[in-house]
């Protein structure tokens, strides 16, 4: 039976159509299903292949679905991170007629994973804090835009590898308001509440299903979103005053936050009535330091982590052999030179495993330790066929198909090795460079 759908894309694709709306989403056919893993959640999600790329489309109420799809539009303006509103449906009908509940469906974050499929890996202990740091700074991030969330929490995250940390992702915008003056304390420190309950439960379940490794401590856990989420509050915020001979703080204060990832959009400094001391407060902060600079040396568009080692290659690349030269020419050249030829040299078979800048990154990271063991300079080339033969022809796949959507993910039980093969013309050029 036709129906006469409502919808309401960001950018429509006719393939939309073709889709089985008729259908709750739960008896939705093998065909349309894309088998990636899900997060806890209270609606009925699935993901379904669409042209090219994969969505996740949400059962929910007509009202609540346009409220969260305006709520992530709104985000995405405000440039914080958070999956890509895509479209709503509503008057949906079986072919009785009867009503079906509306859907809002957004893009699948490529190359990311629910905390839970990350557990199921038996990743250790220790990317339980990464994974809250990140959360942290996501809802710093969200604070200072003004949004309230409501519903903090690992299952309404989606992370991104980010050169050895986690880049966290804003799933689940139903319960969030965005206020114009801000948020007071007393609504940011309820988030926080939020927060730290909602991950101790999730940590507690993990550790009951046994899917947690040995020295997960949920309450310590819980407790770093606290202590973390404050120590980054108070470093982007908060005023320091301190005496005209200390002038040189300034600059230092500028570093730390730059560090941090954030720029400064406007600085304000303010001489006290004694003339002796100057007060400065950051008025905006916003984050992509090094991803913003990389971006505009490169072209590249990555993770802020990612970006900072980028920059760090890029730099000691620029030393090495032009220190004067100018900082854009010496991009293109690192980026042709060094980047491309790595990312080229990754079998095909293997190159929906890792995102490009995180391959790099490890990629780094193994020719570091190749060369700790040997105790000697390791080429490039020679480090990333080490990398793809021992390390990442043996990882599970990060951004298509990954295993049963809320299972463990099983790792193949063989998958063909070999050496990257290197135009002999470039070869030892490109050994010569890097």
């Not at 959360?135 to 200072?144: F, K, M, P, S």
């Not at 568009?301 to 620029?318: C, I, M, Y």
């Amino acid at each position: 039976m036709a129906q006469a759908l409502d919808i309401k894309a960001s950018t429509f694709d006719s393939a939309l159509l073709d889709l089985p709306w008729q259908l709750p989403l739960e008896q939705w056919p093998e065909e349309n299903i894309a088998a990636l893993p899900k997060g806890l959640s209270r609606h009925t999600v699935r993901f379904a292949h669409l042209s090219s790329y994969v969505i996740a489309i949400k059962e929910t109420l007509p009202e609540l679905a346009v409220r969260e799809y305006e709520m992530l539009k709104s985000l995405q303006k405000l440039d914080v991170p958070c999956v890509e509103p895509f479209a709503i449906i509503k008057n949906r009908k079986d072919d009785e007629g009867n009503e079906l509940p509306a859907v809002l469906i957004t893009r699948h974050l490529k190359f990311s994973l629910p905390y839970r499929a990350m557990w199921s890996q038996g990743l250790r202990p220790e990317t339980a804090t990464r994974l809250v740091d990140a959360l942290a700074l996501l809802l710093v991030r969200l604070h200072i835009a003004g949004f309230f969330w409501g519903d903090v929490s690992l299952s309404n995250t989606l992370f991104r590898r980010d050169a050895g940390s986690f880049a966290a992702y804003l799933v689940d915008a139903e319960t969030g308001q965005l206020y114009d003056s801000g948020l007071s304390n007393g609504q940011r420190e309820n988030d926080l509440e939020i927060a730290r309950v909602n991950i101790a439960g999730e940590l507690m379940d993990l550790v009951a299903s046994g899917r947690a490794k040995p020295g997960v401590d949920p309450n310590a856990t819980s407790e770093r979103i606290v202590r973390k989420y404050q120590e980054l509050w108070v470093e982007l915020t908060a005023a320091e005053v301190f005496s005209k001979d200390e002038r040189w703080r300034i600059t230092q204060r500028v570093e730390r936050l730059n560090e941090l990832g954030f720029d400064i959009e406007e600085l304000m400094i303010k001489t006290e009535e004694n003339g002796r001391s100057v007060k400065i407060q950051p008025k905006v902060v916003d984050a992509g330091h090094h991803a913003r600079r990389l971006i505009r040396l490169t072209g590249l568009d990555v993770e802020e982590n990612q970006a900072r080692r980028l920059l760090n290659d890029l730099d000691a690349f620029k030393v090495k052999f032009d220190a004067e030269a100018d900082e854009e020419v010496m991009a293109h050249r690192w980026l042709s030179e060094v980047f491309e030829p790595v990312v080229k040299a990754i079998p095909r078979e293997y190159s929906g495993k890792l995102e490009p800048a995180e391959v790099f990154h490890q990629v780094l990271e193994h020719r570091a330790s190749l060369a700790e063991n040997q105790q000697k300079g390791v080429p490039l080339a020679d480090a990333v066929n080490s990398y793809v033969e021992n390390v990442l022809a043996h990882r599970r796949d990060e951004e298509a198909l990954i295993g049963p959507m809320t299972e463990a993910i099983i790792l193949p039980t063989s998958i063909p090795s070999g050496n990257i093969e290197v135009d002999e013309e470039e070869e030892g050029d490109w050994r010569d460079k890097v």
